[in-house]
Nanobody, 124 residues
Framework: QLQLVESGGGLVQPGGSLRLSCAASGASLDYYGIGWFRQAPGKEREAVVC????????EYGDSVKGRFTASRDNAKNTVYLQMNRLKPGDTAVYYC?????????????????WGQGTQVTVSS
């Protein structure tokens, strides 16, 4: 059974950076597409980025394009989300999720496995 654990969240000032990690266990991520999603209080869950199994294709949400970068190291069974130029509007719980597909899939309903989430707070 694939399990995902996010880490790296925290409190950061506007304009700062954070790198989130999503470590997988129980199965190899080689054949899983990965998505990063976020949910702020009172708001719907939003797709941040989806990345295919090989890591050579990504699709970003409009609100994070040019600021966030997703990558993966399948040898370490870990996926990363580098977040730069953070804004207060980026404040949310961030989740990584996996789907048994080689493709990048950005619909949350398609994902089978979810981490517990990590809180990111952008505030001065």
């Amino acid at each position: 059974q694939l399990q995902l654990v996010e880490s790296g969240g925290g409190l950061v000032q506007p304009g700062g950076s954070l790198r989130l990690s999503c470590a997988a266990s129980g199965a190899s991520l080689d054949y899983y597409g990965i998505g990063w999603f976020r949910q702020a209080p009172g708001k719907e869950r939003e797709a941040v980025v989806c990345i295919n199994s090989s890591g050579d294709y990504t699709e970003y949400g409009d609100s994070v394009k040019g600021r966030f970068t997703a990558s993966r190291d399948n040898a370490k069974n870990t996926v990363y989300l580098q977040m730069n130029r953070l804004k207060p509007g980026d404040t949310a719980v961030y989740y990584c999720a996996a789907v048994n597909s080689v493709y990048a899939m950005c619909s949350a309903t398609l994902y089978e496995y979810w981490g517990q989430g990590t809180q990111v707070t952008v505030s001065s």
